[in-house]
């Protein structure tokens, strides 16, 4: 069954910590996806990858596709980055279509 | 650009009432799909389509339809509401290969 897990789904932080949020997926995947969805809704794409690792800004995603296995890290946090962040997956299976299956988000919040 | 558009944001039905989601994108995108998002859940597809004039069902398509006359717009509609239909609607559109945008979310509550 294709399936995303991340971890924790709860994490709170306080302000300079260096963060990192798991996810593990359970067959081959064609991409990857980190999302982050503020309070209020909206859902806003962070990074898009299939391999390495990328940067932006205080955001790091790395991806191990031979583990199945991709991380966000968060620098410095700041209570601005507090949100839910979520990870998708585009699993090979899904063919053409590339439809996204996702993981059920964590939770950060920084703590000034 | 306004990206992702969803119309309307916060809407209360009652049980057996219909009603139609729009989602409008203006970046000629030629994916777009239909996702519910529950608590404790991650973002299931309801309907996505791959180009105008097509759709395709997703995991929990159940009670909802859907239709995409033109390329930048795609429909969600719930023909007879149910109190199991009360989530948080999103759409979101992208190209093959491409990251995705998602608009601002519809929550929908059936009384």
């Known amino acids: 069954k294709n399936e995303v897990e991340q971890s924790p789904q709860n994490l709170t932080a306080q302000e300079g910590e260096f963060i990192t949020i798991n996810c593990s997926y359970s067959v081959g995947i064609s991409a990857l996806h980190w999302l982050q969805q503020h309070p209020g809704g909206g859902i806003v794409s962070l990074f898009m990858?299939?391999?390495g690792k990328k940067k932006h800004g205080r955001l790091i995603a790395t991806i191990n596709i031979q583990e199945k296995h991709s991380s966000l890290h968060i620098t410095a946090s700041h209570p601005r980055d507090s949100a839910v962040y979520i990870c998708?997956?585009?699993?090979?299976?899904?063919?053409?279509?590339?439809?996204?299956?996702f993981g059920s988000g964590t939770q950060l919040t920084v703590l000034p | 650009n306004a990206g992702v558009t969803q119309t309307p944001k916060f809407r209360v039905l009652k049980t057996g009432q219909s009603m139609t989601l729009l989602c409008a994108q203006d970046?000629?995108?030629?994916?777009m799909y239909w996702y519910r998002q529950d608590p404790g859940m991650g973002l299931r597809l309801i309907h996505y389509s791959v180009g105008e004039g097509t759709t395709a069902k997703g995991e929990v398509p159940d009670g909802y339809n859907v239709s995409r006359l033109k390329k930048q717009n795609f429909l969600l509609g719930l023909e007879s509401a149910a109190p199991s239909q009360t989530s948080v609607y999103f759409c979101a559109s992208n190209r093959v290969g491409t990251e995705a945008f998602f608009g601002q979310g519809t929550r929908l509550t059936v009384v």
């Open positions: 970046m000629n995108h030629e994916y």
């Open positions: 998708a997956v585009h699993f090979i299976s899904s063919g053409s279509a590339r439809q996204l299956t």
């Open positions: 990858l299939s391999s």
